[in-house]
T-cell receptor, first 110, second 113 residues
Framework: RKEVEQDPGPFNVPEGATVAFNCTYS??????FFWYRQDCRKEPKLLMS???SGNEDGRFTAQLNRASQYISLLIRDSKLSDSATYLC???????????FGKGTTLSVSS | EPEVTQTPSHQVTQMGQEVILRCVPISNHLYFYWYRQILGQKVEFLVS????????KSEIFDDQFSVERPDGSNFTLKIRSTKLEDSAMYFC???????????FGDGTRLSIL
């Protein structure tokens, strides 16, 4: 079983749409969960940490379900600038390494 | 906002040569990391470094690889005898440890000919 699995997409949506990404992880001992975004050939940039209580940052909402080992990201009112690859990331078994999913590609069009 | 810086941005090297990739982590961070991303693939963990020693490494980080913090600011990754399959983007990251996120530099693109 892959450690972090994501639907690769691509998700093609118009501006203003709401889009949701899902992710599952295999290591039940993981304690840290994040969404990063990556633009083409650039470094991963932290979008938000994900907490069990769920958290919101502007148009972005992240949820964590530890029982199901499932993480989600909701983007409301999509902007052209949201076009990127969204990476689901959890910490590994030993605690220090980050384990990345392959990413979900989002393309927002006008 | 403080950031992780990496040099060079692009390195072209002949197979079998040694290469050193350099990173300056964020100054108050205690944990340092190297990751790589082969074109079209996911980001993969190589090694983490804390308190002047390796704290964790992946299967990729074999005897050809080494890391060093030669002074108070730089963190380096050395590949002793490069292979074609070492061609990738190499990202340095730093963080405060625990459940805190890691912050990435903009990467070094390594091309092995």
């Amino acid at each position: 079983r892959k450690e972090v699995e994501q639907d690769p997409g691509p998700f093609n949506v118009p501006e203003g749409a709401t889009v949701a990404f899902n992710c599952t992880y295999s290591n039940s001992a993981s304690q840290s969960f994040f969404w990063y975004r990556q633009d083409c050939r650039k470094e991963p940039k932290l979008l938000m940490s994900v907490y069990s209580s769920g958290n919101e940052d502007g148009r972005f909402t992240a949820q964590l379900n530890r029982a199901s080992q499932y993480i989600s990201l909701l983007i409301r009112d999509s902007k052209l600038s949201d076009s990127a690859t969204y990476l689901c990331v959890v910490n590994g078994q030993a605690g220090t390494a980050l384990i990345f999913g392959k990413g979900t590609t989002l393309s927002v069009s006008s | 906002e403080p950031e992780v810086t990496q040099t060079p941005s692009h390195q072209v090297t002949q197979m079998g040569q040694e290469v050193i990739l350099r990173c300056v982590p964020i100054s108050n961070h205690l944990y340092f990391y190297w990751y790589r991303q082969i074109l079209g693939q996911k980001v993969e963990f190589l090694v983490s470094f804390y308190n002047n020693e390796i704290s964790e490494k992946s299967e990729i980080f074999d005897d050809q690889f080494s890391v060093e913090r030669p002074d108070g600011s730089n963190f380096t990754l050395k590949i002793r005898s490069t292979k074609l399959e070492d061609s990738a983007m190499y990202f340095c990251a730093s963080g405060l440890g625990g459940n805190q996120p890691q912050h990435f530099g903009d990467g070094t693109r390594l091309s092995i000919l």
